[in-house]
């Protein structure tokens, strides 16, 4: 634990944050689920082929719930790295956030019109893949203002791993603004495409195992020191 009693080398603000944005990405996530809606049988019907019919919902949900958990991840982990905070961090946080809280809402529209006329299914499709391409933008806005200079975090943070990074979330952010483009054109297209790019992001940075493996190594290292200031254990 630091001075300021958050886990080492973090101060409680940055804590803080991603406790707050946890919960919100618990909160979005849940969300999805209720949008899924429990089939009236019709005379003539079996429940069986009103459950079959709402994959569109499960679809729509999976992809969010990938999404949206995959993103989470990918915020805890730089989170990590963050050993300060400062006003601009909470505010692109905060619209990071809103975005976030704000998808369960065309995942339900893609859900409900997937099926529908071509101009229902281009603008929920268009909707969606804009929504998340707005998200990544701040995501990728959030982690170019931290690491930029070392601005916010760690200090001794390998500077080829943080350009890897950051590569990695311009990239992204691009290939988002594809998938909403594509969605003016193929649904099919763009959704694939983000379903691609959540699974793309679920994979650790390369060159980051190394990063913790070296942190593991640094709290091993200080063990003994830390038993040596609190002096010995009664026997």
Request: glycine share 8%; proline share 4%; net charge negative.
């Given at each position: 634990?630091?001075?300021?009693?958050?886990?080492?080398?973090?101060?409680?603000?940055?804590?803080r944050i991603?406790?707050?944005?946890?919960g919100?990405?618990a909160?979005?996530i849940?969300l999805l689920?209720?949008?899924?809606r429990?089939?009236?049988?019709e005379e003539g019907h079996?429940l069986a082929?009103?459950l079959?019919?709402?994959?569109?919902s499960?679809?729509?949900?999976?992809?969010?719930?990938?999404?949206i958990?995959?993103?989470?991840?990918n915020?805890?982990n730089?989170f990590r790295?963050?050993?300060?905070?400062?006003?601009v961090?909470?505010f692109?946080n905060?619209?990071?956030?809103m975005?976030?809280?704000?998808?369960p809402?065309?995942?339900?529209?893609?859900?409900e019109y997937v099926?529908?006329?071509?101009e229902?299914r281009?603008?929920?499709?268009?909707l969606y893949?804009g929504?998340?391409?707005?998200?990544a933008?701040?995501f990728?806005l959030l982690?170019?203002y931290v690491?930029?200079?070392?601005?916010?975090v760690?200090r001794d943070l390998?500077?080829?791993?943080?350009?890897s990074?950051?590569?990695?979330?311009v990239?992204g952010?691009?290939?988002?603004a594809?998938a909403?483009?594509?969605?003016f054109?193929?649904?099919?297209?763009?959704l694939?495409l983000?379903?691609a790019?959540?699974?793309?992001?679920?994979?650790p940075?390369?060159?980051?195992?190394?990063?913790?493996?070296?942190?593991?190594?640094d709290?091993?290292?200080?063990?003994?020191?830390?038993?040596?200031?609190?002096?010995?254990g009664?026997?």
């Open positions: 634990m630091n001075s300021e009693g958050g886990p080492a080398g973090r101060d409680n603000d940055t804590v991603e406790t707050f944005s946890d919100v990405f909160i979005a849940t689920v209720l949008e899924i429990v089939p009236e049988v079996t082929g009103e079959l019919g709402l994959w569109p499960y679809l729509a949900y999976a992809l969010s719930f990938l999404v958990g995959t993103m989470w991840a915020h805890h730089r790295y963050i050993a300060r905070s400062d006003h961090l909470l692109i905060t619209l990071l956030l975005c976030m809280a704000f998808i809402f065309p995942t339900a529209l893609l859900a099926l529908g006329s071509d229902e281009t603008a929920a499709a268009v893949g929504t998340l391409a707005v998200t933008v701040f990728t982690w170019l690491a930029t200079n070392h601005r916010l760690q390998d500077s080829r791993l943080l350009r990074m950051t590569r990695r979330y990239i952010v691009l290939l988002y594809v909403f483009a594509l969605a054109v193929s649904v099919a297209g763009s694939a983000i379903l790019l959540a699974l793309l992001f679920v994979l940075e390369p060159g980051e195992h190394r990063l913790d493996g070296r942190a593991d190594e709290a091993e290292a200080a063990a003994p020191e830390v038993q040596s200031v609190e002096g010995p009664k026997g």
